[in-house]
T-cell receptor, first 113, second 109 residues
Framework: NAGVTQTPKFRVLKTGQSMTLLCAQD?????MYWYRQDPGMGLRLIHY???????AKGEVPDGYNVSRLKKQNFLLGLESAAPSQTSVYFC????????????FGPGTRLTVL | KQEVTQIPAALSVPEGENLVLNCSFT??????LQWFRQDPGKGLTSLLL?????REQTSGRLNASLDKSSGRSTLYIAASQPGDSATYLC????????FGTGTSLTVIP
């Protein structure tokens, strides 16, 4: 039981490049989330999903897209990376809605030059 | 918009001391409040979750309280140990999840 895993762990991009971050969970959780963590700002919700095939916007969705084609996977895409997207990205999952504990992945450190 | 504040930003205590971490939030319409631990370069680990109808939760040496009406939660750590050194974050679940910026705790042997 690996819990929540994230791929890759580190990535450096140039401005304008695109990439996809992969989150996978093996706990059969319905809900999945993408956050970014920046110094002095705490974690902020980017997008989330309440089940396979669904996605919704969080607090800071601009510049990101997501997809949940399979229940166990939640993908975060950057179509045209900007330096402001330099951050640590965390994925999380939970059984149900806001009342349930979230389980977090180890994070992806992204630098955009 | 919900604002979550944690004070102090950093705390250093000698081993064995009991300590309290604080979390305050501006909107009392919440589903629950969670306390997390984050070790350097790692993800978050959930410590305690308090539903909005509850006043406190306990797990081992940890006790978390919730006062929705005043917008406050505290995390009490008894008999602190060097292994407790980490950043502690609180998060409130409302229409979305909102996190505080954390308290960095150092327990000195």
């Amino acid at each position: 039981n690996a819990g929540v895993t994230q791929t890759p762990k580190f990535r450096v991009l140039k401005t304008g490049q695109s990439m996809t971050l992969l989150c996978a969970q093996d706990m059969n959780h319905e809900y999945m989330y993408w956050y970014r963590q920046d110094p002095g700002m705490g974690l902020r919700l980017i997008h989330y999903s309440v089940g396979e095939g669904t996605t919704a916007k969080g607090e800071v969705p601009d510049g990101y897209n997501v997809s949940r084609l399979k229940k166990q996977n939640f993908l975060l895409g950057l179509e045209s990376a900007a330096p402001s997207q330099t951050s640590v990205y965390f994925c999380a999952s939970s059984w149900g809605d806001r009342s349930d504990t979230q389980y977090f992945g180890p994070g992806t450190r992204l630098t955009v030059l | 918009k919900q604002e979550v504040t944690q004070i102090p930003a950093a705390l250093s205590v000698p081993e064995g001391e009991n300590l309290v971490l604080n979390c305050s939030f501006t909107d009392s319409a919440i589903y629950n409040l969670q306390w997390f631990r984050q070790d350097p370069g790692k993800g978050l680990t959930s410590l305690l979750l308090i539903q909005s109808s509850q006043r406190e939760q306990t797990s081992g040496r940890l006790n978390a309280s919730l006062d929705k009406s005043s917008g406050r939660s505290t995390l009490y750590i008894a008999a602190s140990q060097p292994g407790d050194s980490a950043t502690y974050l609180c998060a409130v679940a409302g229409n979305q999840f909102y996190f505080g910026t954390g308290t960095s705790l150092t327990v000195i042997p």
